[in-house]
Structure formats: C-alpha cells, structure tokens
C-alpha cells in the first residue's frame, strides 16, 4: 500500500499532531524536511499496523555480539566475537523487508564497532524500513556522526545509567557528556537518551541529572524500570518513585502515556498485556535465529531465513510466561497496536481490553 494511502485511515487528527510535533519541536540538528518525512512515514507504518496484523513492525537485528564495555547487569555482549559478515546480514535484512517489517533497529554488543555499519544502515533504508540504532555512545565522533547521517540513520537510543562510572557500569553521563555535545551539534537523526531507576542502582537521583542534561542538549529522554538484582519484581523505594515520577516529566508525556506499565513495575505489581514477541516484534540474534526478546534467546530459536507466516502466527498468539513482569519498554509499545485484537487469554486478566477506539486514541498522542 502507497505510503499517503495508509496515512489516509487517520488523516486530520494525525496531520494537525505533526503539525504541533514540528511547531513546538526544536531540532537541534535534524533538518526540518528529514523530521517531517520521518513524522509521515511513522504515520503510514503505523495505519498499516492498525490495519493488518500479519506483519512484523519492529525487528531488533544484532550484527555483533562484541562490546567494548562489561556492564555488570548485562548478559548481551561478548569480548571477541567477530562482525556478522555484511551479505549475510544484507540477506537476513532482506528477509525481514520480505515479511513486511517497518523498523529495524540495530542493537549489539556494541553495534558501533562493526566495521560496515554505516551499509547496514543504508541497506535498512534501501529496503524501505526505518532504520534505528541502540549504542553506548562511546564511539560517536564528529566525523563518525556525520558518515551516519549521510547512512540514512533515523533514530539512535542512547542508555545511561549513572553520572560518574562505578564497578558496575561506565556508561556515565560525565564520561559521554562530550559525545552527546557532538551529537547535539552535528546528528541529523533524532536522538533519545535513557535513564534508568530501580534494580538497586546506586544513586537513584543519577537518572534526573541525566535527563536534564539530555533536555538541555535538546534530545528526547525517556526512563526505563528495571528489576531487582535478582530479577524479582520489586516495588521502588518512596525516593525511587519520586524521582521516576520527575524523570517522567520531564520526557516525552505521550512516551510515558505509552508506557503505563511501568507504573505498575514501579509499584512492584506484576502488568498484565499481549506480549507478540515473535510475531510484531523480532529479535534476530548474530546468528541469524529469531527469539522472543534478548531476555528470551532459545524461543522460539527458528533461523531467520525459514521463518514463515505460520511461525508468526503460532507466536502472535502465543501467551508468553514471563508477560507479568516484564520491563522492555519496546516490546510493550508495540503491543498496544493489537491489545484491542486477537486475546492470547491471559488467565487473571486485569486489565480491560481496549478497543480499536482506545488503541488509535493512544497512539496518536504518542510521538
Ligand atoms: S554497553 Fe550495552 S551491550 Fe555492552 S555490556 Fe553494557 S549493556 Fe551490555
Ligand atoms: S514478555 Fe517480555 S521478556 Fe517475555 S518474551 Fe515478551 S518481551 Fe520478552
């Protein structure tokens, strides 16, 4: 389907959203033309997604395991694996384009150290999907900034989980604070910055330092609620849950609206939705198998290229066990695009569902 046709199904109150978008927006770097293109063509994909389910709309794609960095919470990354060839990479990219897929984004490891990075992007661009990027930041130079631009990068996340490093993470805002000025002055992409609270980390007031200095540097900022240590669901301490509620503020309010589960992650209260891990959402690890998310490798571990609609379709109705407690922010915002359809029957459902009414009312108020 053309992209203003799809647009077509929400066209008034979708237009006049944008239009507010790019009045109050203060592109600290990305050109007007680039976010108002991007703007539209999250609308089509986000029409089509409403309109069908039978397709993917956002794959995580890993083309290298290795990281130069060893936070001590993260079971993603390896010291010596080598880069995911870039034709093999090209084909699983292909692959994802075929089964309709509207965002890829690359994750790692640390995807930045994969030499043909900036061809993996142009490829996703090439195949039409969006093309996001999840890095620590750490390699980001004028000149790196500016080769990604010209990729056709779209969106890049950036997570920092404290101000100054310490034994169990270096991904501190003042050992990046220089890299995110470059990427103030010179990225033509849209650049958001996450914080994190919960899970026992050290200063909890560390996560609103960050996100007033991603405000200051005018990107976007967002919060995520992690888990206790041990995994357990736990609630946040009364200055956690303070400090999360000023974090929020000070984000997006239509990504915090997208995000109420987190509320009850907060509250230490297991969350009950439709996880369509496996169907809408893709983790394609470095070696080409579709799994659930990156906390689910194993599931349901079918190579990439004989991936079919009836693997989808077993998956996008599969109830996933872990749901309850889960806290991967992008998976439950794809969720919401099919919580109106489809139950997976969740036995002691709380929530309400809601209705393709509710559902479009959502995702319109979200950026
Ligand atoms: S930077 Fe990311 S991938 Fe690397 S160890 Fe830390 S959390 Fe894991
Ligand atoms: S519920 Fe969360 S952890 Fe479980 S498969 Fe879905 S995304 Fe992964």
Known sequence: MPLFASVAILPTRKIDQIRTQIDSYTFPRMRKSKFVKLKLREAGFISRALLSSRHPVLAHLIPMRRCNLACGYCNEYDHTSSPVPLDVIKSRLDKLASLGTSIVTIS?????????????????????????LISNGYYFTPERIKRLNKAGLEYLQISIDNVEPDEVSRKSLRVLDKKLRYLSEYADFHVNINSVIGGGIKNP??????????????????????HDNDGTLKPLSP??????????????????????????????????????????????????????????????????????????DREYNTEK??????????????????????????????????SLQDTIHEVLRAE
């Not at 990075?117 to 661009?125: F, K, V």
């Not at 969350?271 to 599931?299: F, K, P, T």
Request: glycine share 8%; proline share 6%; hydrophobic share 35%.
């Open 205 to 226: 007031e560390d996560a609103l330092s960050v996100a007033r200095r991603a405000v200051e540097l005018k990107f976007s900022t967002t919060v995520g609620v992690i």
């Open 239 to 312: 200055k956690e849950k303070n400090l999360f509620q000023q974090v929020k503020k000070l984000g997006n309010k239509d990504h915090a609206r997208l995000n109420w589960f987190q509320d009850s992650i907060a509250e230490g209260k297991p969350y009950n939705w439709r996880c369509r891990a496996g169907a809408r959402y893709l983790y394609i690890c470095e070696d080409g198998l579709v799994h659930w998310c990156s906390q689910q490798r194993g599931y349901p571990g079918i190579p990439l290229e004989k991936y079919t609609m009836d693997d989808f």
């Open 108 to 132: 790692g490891g640390e995807p930045m150290m994969h030499p043909q990075l900036d061809d993996i992007i142009h490829h996703i661009r090439v195949r039409g999907m969006i093309a996001g």
């Open 321 to 354: 066990w872990c749901a309850p407690t889960c806290t991967l922010q992008c998976v439950h915002q794809v969720g919401i695009l099919d919580n109106w359809r489809d139950p997976q029957h969740a036995p002691g459902q709380t929530k309400p569902e809601s």
